[in-house]
């Protein structure tokens, strides 16, 4: 999700937060099985209970464009803010 989160930040989620336009938020990846942060980028025009989300880098990852809309219900959370990484980390 660079820039808006980069490698080693933390983000503060909000477990059970509701997806909407330009937020970002937490679901398990349809594929690869994993946490995955995009931001939703509408409803899905042909069924509205499910969101598009997309990356912020269109050069990096993937996102709705590769793996369909996720359902609403997917959406673990939202990303309140980040916590840029310590400059003093590693």
Request: no cysteine; aromatic share 8%.
């Amino acid at each position: 999700m660079e820039p808006t989160l980069r490698d080693g930040d933390l983000a503060l989620v909000w477990w059970g937060g509701s997806a909407a336009p330009g937020r970002l938020v937490v679901f398990t990846h349809p594929v690869e099985g994993v946490l995955t942060v995009k931001r939703v980028a509408r409803p899905d025009p042909d069924d509205p209970s499910r969101w598009w989300v997309e990356r912020d880098n269109a050069h990096v990852g993937s996102d709705s464009w590769s793996f369909g809309s996720i359902a609403g219900d997917a959406v673990l959370g939202r990303v309140l803010t980040r916590l840029p990484r310590s400059p003093r980390a590693g």
